[in-house]
Each structure stands twice: as structure tokens, then as C-alpha cells.
């Protein structure tokens, strides 16, 4: 595991018109001597000229798989994951199309190993250092357990509560509680945008859920990788760049839903999978599960309305997220089938 000259597979996927952003990843991807193979999968992209042309360098260094539809996150990176299966490699490196690499990270992984012990089965994630949230997780005032909850839905603790309150009053905040710097951190899960997986476990592990299409897949996919008995943890290095921030750079996950530039399907199907994966992994009781729902929606709305006032966009998002928990309890319904047919095509 801790071979200083590991054969690396990278895998990202394209969807839309992204080549301006797919370009830097596949740059500075290739530039990296560790990185034997990258895998592309077009999930219908409206740009596949250009992608042809911007990798037809590298030779077979690039494989382009095309869908002739948008397969969202789930089914793009499950595709890719299963070429993956098949290559030579030690480890698999899982980037997005917006998160570009530094040079040297995959040194910088396997220096990150070295600490570890060698029979120890371990998953490390970069530091997409650009995103507000990730900083916060070096400064933590205790290191609590990185076992999977199996849910998002927490709210009867007096931790959520406090937490709430500190969003509630976040223009009276002056400071922000912090404890020491750790440069190495255990995490419940891990996301797609700059995981390195040892191979054994990308081909054991169940791959993504493809009809989550977006959002919450890596999650429930890293808590595939866990059930073999591997631990997860974000590292300070090596860094990631992400060119463009689902919720913008100074926007959170909380307050983004709201935020008119991001877009309605990521606000959707980040609701909508929150619920599933919830009901279908966590230990809670569906009564606790329910009401732990309804509390932490009424609570985001309110701290929706408290940030952005009665406006048209906040009406519509609201409206937009009841739907999504809609669907989240009932994915075959026709309110589901009907607006996840408008943010497929």
C-alpha cells in the first residue's frame, strides 16, 4: 500500500458544455508521471468534439467512454469506476470535472500513507482548500468518531440546536470556536472530488447508486468502502482547486439553497437524496427519522427566510424542496418522475 511508485487511474466524467473547466483537470492530471490512465465519461456532453481534440495527445494515456445521456454523478462515475475495475493500477484517484489537482499530489498521498500502518485499510481525500467548509474541518475541537451514521437528519442534540443558533445569529458572531490544527482528520465518508481509493476496494465495494443521479452518491458509496473495514480521512495535502463551487465561494450548503445562482437541480436532488439515503441507512426509528426531517427543514427555511426575507426565489426554493422530500419518501411518484424528467435532459 505504501509504494512510493504507484500505477494511478484517475477518473472523472463531463456533462453540459464543461470543457473549459474538464480542460485544466485533464492538464494538470497529465501531468503527473504516477498517473498511468485517465477515464472520461461523456454523459452526453454537448462539446465532444472539443473533448476529442483536447486529449487526442495524450494517446491511449485517455479513455473517452460516451453515454448518449446525462447519467448524473451516480451513473457517470459508476461507469467509470467499473472501467476502472480493469486497469493496472495500485489506486484509483476520483476527481470531478471542476477540481483540479497540484502538482505532485499523488507524492503527496503516498507521503500521507507512510504515517499510517501498513496492514492498516485506509481511503484519503484532499483539501478542496478554495471551499469555506473544508477549512473548518482542520479545526475541530475534538475528534469524535468517523463511523457512518447512516443518516443527514440529526437535529435532537444540543450540539444541532447550538448550531442553529449560531447560523440564526451569524452577523452577532464575532468568533468562531476552534480547536488545535489537524493536518489529518478521520471522516464519516468521503466525497468524489479528489479520493484516492486503493484499488482492492474499488473493486470489492458496491459501486455508486445510479438512480440517485446526483448528490449523496459518493457518500453512500464511501460507506460501501467503509463496510470493508476501511477508515477515511482529509488531509491538508495536497490541494485541490475547485473552478467552479456548487454554491459559490462565499455561499454555504446551508444558505446556497437559496441563493438564486445556484442552480434548482443541485438544490433538488440534494434534498431529495438526503431523504432517500437517510430512510434507507440510518438506525433511527421512522418516527424519529420523520419528525428529525421536519425539524430540520422548518429550520432551514426559517434560516432561509431570516438571511433573504419573502421573496419570489425563496418561495420557489421552498416549494422546490418540499418537493424533493416529496420524492425523497415516494421516488415513484409522478410529482418525482415528472420534474426529475425536466433536470435529466
Not at 97 to 120: H, K
Not at 188 to 200: L, Q, R
Not at 237 to 256: E, K, M
Request: aromatic fraction near 16%; proline fraction near 5%.
Amino acid at each position: 500500500m505504501t509504494n512510493i511508485y504507484p500505477r494511478v487511474t484517475a477518473v472523472t466524467i463531463q456533462f453540459g458544455n464543461r470543457w473549459k473547466f474538464l480542460s485544466q483537470v485533464v492538464i494538470a492530471v497529465m501531468k503527473d508521471p504516477h498517473i498511468t490512465k485517465l477515464v472520461i465519461v461523456d454523459n452526453g456532453s454537448e462539446n465532444k468534439e472539443e473533448i476529442e481534440n483536447g486529449v487526442s495527445g495524450y494517446g491511449d494515456r485517455v479513455t473517452v467512454i460516451r453515454e448518449e445521456k446525462n447519467l448524473g454523478s451516480a451513473g457517470g462515475f459508476a461507469r467509470a469506476l467499473e472501467y476502472a475495475k480493469d486497469t493496472d493500477c495500485d489506486f484509483v484517484f476520483i476527481l470531478d470535472d471542476d477540481s483540479v489537482p497540484e502538482e505532485g499530489s499523488i507524492t503527496a498521498f503516498m507521503e500521507v500513507l507512510r504515517l499510517f500502518p501498513a496492514d492498516q485499510k485506509v481511503v484519503l481525500s484532499g483539501s478542496r482548500y478554495n471551499v469555506l467548509s473544508n477549512k473548518e474541518y482542520f479545526y475541530q475541537p475534538s475528534i469524535e468518531s468517523d463511523l457512518p451514521r447512516g443518516t443527514f437528519f440529526e437535529v435532537f442534540s444540543f450540539k444541532k440546536f447550538n448550531n442553529f443558533l449560531e447560523l440564526f445569529f451569524w452577523r452577532r458572531k464575532k468568533h468562531t470556536k476552534r480547536g488545535p490544527f489537524i493536518p489529518i482528520v478521520p471522516t464519516e465518508g468521503f466525497i468524489y472530488g479528489g479520493a484516492f481509493i486503493p484499488i482492492d476496494a474499488v473493486r470489492k465495494a458496491s459501486p455508486p447508486d445510479p438512480s440517485l443521479f446526483l448528490y449523496g452518491d459518493d457518500i453512500e458509496y464511501s460507506w460501501n468502502i467503509k463496510k470493508l473495514g476501511y477508515t477515511s480521512y482529509l488531509c491538508t495535502i495536497p490541494r485541490l482547486y475547485d473552478i467552479d463551487l456548487t454554491f459559490g465561494a462565499n455561499s454555504s450548503h446551508i444558505f446556497g439553497q437559496f441563493d438564486p445562482s445556484t442552480a434548482e437541480f443541485r438544490v433538488y436532488y440534494r434534498i431529495r437524496n438526503m431523504v432517500r439515503l437517510s430512510r434507507k441507512h440510518t438506525k433511527q426509528s421512522k418516527t424519529i427519522l420523520f419528525l428529525s426531517i421536519f425539524f430540520w427543514m422548518a429550520g432551514l427555511f426559517l434560516l432561509g427566510l431570516f438571511r433573504y426575507g419573502i421573496t419570489k426565489i425563496y418561495l420557489d426554493r421552498v416549494m422546490l424542496m418540499l418537493k424533493a422530500v416529496y420524492a425523497g419518501y415516494f421516488p415513484k411518484s409522478k410529482t418525482a418522475i415528472d420534474i426529475e424528467s425536466i433536470f435529466s435532459k
